[in-house]
């Protein structure tokens, strides 16, 4: 995992595209579901609909990179 330090600052200011849920850190299920490494960063919608990757300490939160979860 990279250093997300400066994105603790700007987290709460961040929506998901899809839903305009704030956003937070994903879980390891919810990456694991994603299909990404759980070793990875990833940021997640609020009800856990959506996760965005984070690649080399970028979120990626256009709406084509978000990936829906199946409740």
């Known amino acids: 995992m990279s ?6 600052i700007f987290l709460p200011m961040l929506r998901c595209p ?3 849920e704030a956003l937070r850190e994903a879980s ?7 299909g990404l490494p759980a070793d990875k960063d990833a940021l ?3 009800h856990g609909a959506y ?18 979860l199946e409740k």
């Open 3 to 8: 250093d997300l330090t400066w994105l603790q």
């Open 18 to 20: 899809h839903s305009h």
């Open 28 to 34: 390891i299920a919810e990456k694991l579901q994603a």
């Open 44 to 46: 997640a919608s609020q």
């Open 51 to 68: 996760v965005y990757p984070v690649v080399d300490g970028i979120p990626h939160l256009l709406p084509t990179s978000g990936i829906k």
